[in-house]
């Protein structure tokens, strides 16, 4: 997929430059924790993630945003 291609699905984009679709939030069986689930599009082959919800919506030491939300 192209970088062209990504950005017209994606949701997000990390610090790093990668593109990214939030797919939802599902919650752990155990702890009950909350998960981002999302897909990576782009610069690597397309793979299906999960993050917990407090580290996928943290802000760097540097006060970027770790995921920084796309225009709807």
Same mark, same amino acid.
């Given at each position: 997929?192209?970088?062209?291609?990504?950005?017209?699905? /994606?949701?997000? =984009?990390?610090?790093?430059? @990668?593109?990214?679709?939030?797919? @939802?939030? /599902? =919650?752990? *069986?155990?702890?009950? +924790? *909350?998960?981002?689930?999302?897909?990576?599009?782009?610069?690597?082959?397309? *793979?299906?993630?999960? =993050?917990? +919800?407090?580290?996928?919506? +943290?802000?760097?030491? &540097?006060? /970027?945003? =770790?995921?920084?939300?796309? *225009? &709807?």
């Amino acid at each position: 997929m192209t970088e062209q291609e990504a950005e017209r699905i /994606a949701t997000h =984009r990390h610090y790093k430059g @990668g593109l990214y679709r939030v797919i @939802g939030v /599902a =919650r752990h *069986s155990e702890t009950e +924790e *909350s998960l981002v689930v999302y897909e990576q599009l782009w610069p690597k082959e397309r *793979s299906l993630w999960v =993050r917990p +919800e407090a580290m996928f919506n +943290e802000t760097l030491a &540097d006060g /970027a945003p =770790r995921f920084r939300k796309l *225009s &709807d």
